[in-house]
């Protein structure tokens, strides 16, 4: 168990580590270039509320789709829904539009596009069974096949020849929780074509990713090798298979070696990040903010086997990226490795729709710093604007790691870093109130923290 000095130490580790690094990190080659990153899309073709004043809409919906090709959706879809999605729903077709159009229009120099996972909407396939008058099992496959068909080519249009790398998420899937094999099976040749437009080796791609939702692919001109990992397979509500999980474990391990040897950088790309599930554990029980539980992202024993393979490879990973949570938030997820999450693009849980650009230094291949993009949906007329740049804002500079890890012990100390982190978690929805005094503690020491004993215990003595 961590006690509450070794807590105050270990956050005093990772500043010293920041401190030290900051000068070897620092624009070192005057020169940098964008990569845009999304996540969370959620995209979701029928027409909400899921309520009974719907079910005949969203029937005659379902009838349309199912008899058109996806070429045809755009027309379908906008007639269904002319409003972008409000709060609490995942992105119909405006919402999509309007985020594609942002994107497309602030690419810039972008050498990729990378997103962080789930596609998909929530229960596509349930809903689609609700809706549709062939209730087998094989015709809601065939939807969300074709639903996914339809993200990817949308995307694909916003952003022209770039590669979309991307991770999978849990909606990505059959089943509501996957990415599930026999999903994986039917679509991966469409992720390689549509997603990474040809990028990287195809054969090796399919072959993971039918196996188990990971992949490789590389950059020769950045001298680059970016890394698609299937962490919802590690997550405690999936029953994976042990000898998938063991193999892609040895595959990330023996992928690192491997860029290690040949002097590449990696971008490690995931969707559900390891440390805590903070939405969930950030409801106390008792009135004091205490905690007797917590829950965790990853099984304990994935999470520590993850963290002793990346630790091998000191230097090598200059990028790690995650979604899921849709809030826009950081974890020390051990020394020298810091995970960035972009909030998401479905404001299902309350967030604004969001995304990032991120500034990498093209000799470290390391972030130095990112703009925020949101859509505030409280606003008059809907559209995208930066909400902030990260190193002005927090008024750091040198690299992006080194910042968030100088960071984390000032969202402590300091009031005002720590109210302006926490409008920002939630992409400025300032009508939301999830993050209070009383569970901040959570949020806080979950950046921190990545087991479910310290965390409990870290919590308990903030």
């Given at each position: 168990?961590?006690?509450r000095?070794s807590f105050?130490?270990?956050?005093?580790?990772?500043?010293l580590?920041?401190?030290a690094?900051?000068?070897?990190?620092?624009?070192?080659?005057?020169?940098?270039f964008?990569?845009?990153?999304?996540?969370?899309?959620?995209f979701?073709p029928?027409?909400?509320?899921?309520?009974?004043a719907?079910?005949?809409?969203n029937?005659?919906?379902?009838?349309?789709?199912?008899?058109a090709?996806?070429?045809?959706?755009?027309?379908?879809?906008?007639?269904s829904?002319?409003?972008?999605?409000?709060?609490?729903?995942?992105?119909?077709y405006p919402?999509?539009?309007?985020?594609?159009?942002?994107?497309q229009?602030?690419?810039?120099?972008?050498?990729?596009?990378l997103?962080?996972?789930?596609?998909l909407?929530?229960?596509?396939?349930?809903?689609y069974?609700?809706?549709?008058?062939?209730?087998?099992?094989?015709?809601?496959?065939?939807?969300?096949?074709?639903?996914l068909?339809?993200?990817?080519q949308?995307?694909?249009?916003a952003?022209?020849?770039l590669?979309?790398?991307?991770?999978?998420?849990n909606?990505?899937?059959?089943?509501?929780?996957?990415?599930?094999?026999?999903?994986?099976?039917?679509?991966a040749?469409?992720?390689?074509?549509?997603a990474?437009?040809?990028a990287?080796?195809?054969q090796?791609?399919?072959?993971?990713?039918?196996?188990?939702?990971?992949?490789?692919?590389?950059?020769?001109?950045?001298?680059?090798?970016?890394?698609?990992?299937?962490?919802?397979?590690?997550?405690?509500?999936?029953?994976?298979?042990?000898?998938?999980?063991?193999?892609?474990?040895?595959?990330?391990?023996?992928?690192?070696?491997?860029?290690?040897?040949?002097g590449?950088?990696?971008?490690?790309?995931?969707?559900?990040?390891?440390?805590?599930?903070?939405?969930?554990?950030?409801?106390p029980?008792?009135d004091?903010?205490?905690?007797?539980?917590?829950?965790?992202?990853?099984?304990d024993?994935?999470?520590a086997?993850?963290l002793?393979?990346i630790?091998?490879y000191?230097?090598?990973i200059?990028?790690?990226?995650?979604g899921?949570?849709?809030?826009?938030?950081f974890?020390l997820?051990?020394?020298?490795?810091?995970?960035?999450i972009?909030?998401?693009?479905?404001?299902?849980?309350g967030?604004?729709?969001?995304?990032?650009?991120?500034?990498?230094?093209?000799?470290?291949l390391?972030?130095t710093?990112?703009?925020?993009?949101?859509?505030?949906?409280?606003?008059?007329?809907?559209?995208?604007s930066?909400?902030y740049?990260?190193?002005?804002?927090y008024?750091v500079?040198?690299?992006?790691?080194?910042?968030?890890?100088?960071l984390f012990p000032?969202?402590?100390?300091?009031?005002s870093a720590?109210?302006?982190?926490?409008?920002?978690?939630?992409?400025?929805n300032t009508?939301?109130?999830?993050?209070t005094?009383?569970?901040?503690?959570v949020?806080?020491?979950?950046?921190?923290?990545?087991?479910?004993?310290?965390?409990?215990?870290?919590?308990?003595s903030y």
């Amino acid at each position: 168990m961590l006690s509450r000095r070794s807590f105050i130490e270990l956050s005093g580790g990772f500043l010293l580590c920041g401190c030290a690094n900051t000068s070897s990190t620092n624009n070192s080659s005057g020169s940098n270039f964008p990569v845009l990153v999304f996540s969370d899309v959620h995209f979701q073709p029928f027409i909400s509320p899921f309520t009974a004043a719907t079910l005949a809409a969203n029937m005659a919906l379902v009838a349309l789709l199912d008899a058109a090709d996806t070429s045809q959706w755009p027309a379908i879809l906008q007639a269904s829904a002319t409003a972008p999605s409000a709060y609490g729903a995942d992105t119909n077709y405006p919402l999509l539009v309007l985020t594609l159009e942002s994107i497309q229009q602030n690419l810039g120099a972008s050498p990729a596009v990378l997103y962080t996972g789930d596609f998909l909407g929530h229960g596509v396939d349930q809903l689609y069974t609700t809706y549709s008058t062939d209730k087998t099992a094989a015709a809601a496959m065939a939807f969300v096949d074709k639903t996914l068909t339809f993200i990817l080519q949308q995307i694909r249009a916003a952003v022209g020849n770039l590669p979309v790398y991307f991770a999978l998420g849990n909606c990505d899937s059959y089943t509501g929780y996957g990415p599930n094999s026999a999903f994986l099976a039917s679509n991966a040749q469409q992720l390689y074509s549509l997603a990474l437009n040809g990028a990287g080796d195809q054969q090796a791609f399919i072959t993971t990713v039918a196996d188990g939702g990971y992949y490789a692919a590389e950059s020769t001109a950045l001298n680059l090798m970016i890394i698609g990992l299937n962490s919802i397979a590690l997550s405690p509500l999936v029953t994976a298979d042990p000898a998938m999980i063991a193999a892609q474990f040895a595959w990330l391990d023996g992928k690192l070696a491997e860029a290690s040897a040949a002097g590449k950088k990696v971008w490690l790309l995931m969707h559900a990040p390891p440390g805590a599930d903070e939405g969930t554990t950030g409801k106390p029980a008792n009135d004091n903010g205490n905690l007797t539980t917590a829950t965790m992202m990853w099984v304990d024993i994935h999470q520590a086997t993850f963290l002793g393979i990346i630790e091998k490879y000191p230097g090598v990973i200059a990028m790690t990226l995650a979604g899921h949570t849709h809030m826009d938030e950081f974890r020390l997820i051990s020394q020298g490795n810091v995970l960035e999450i972009t909030a998401g693009i479905s404001p299902v849980f309350g967030n604004n729709p969001a995304y990032k650009i991120f500034t990498m230094d093209s000799l470290s291949l390391e972030s130095t710093d990112f703009s925020a993009m949101n859509c505030n949906l409280q606003t008059t007329p809907l559209q995208f604007s930066r909400s902030y740049v990260f190193s002005q804002s927090y008024a750091v500079d040198g690299s992006l790691a080194d910042s968030l890890v100088r960071l984390f012990p000032t969202l402590k100390s300091s009031t005002s870093a720590q109210t302006l982190y926490r409008g920002n978690f939630i992409s400025g929805n300032t009508s939301a109130n999830m993050i209070t005094d009383l569970n901040w503690p959570v949020y806080w020491c979950g950046i921190g923290v990545m087991t479910q004993a310290d965390l409990i215990t870290a919590v308990n003595s903030y």
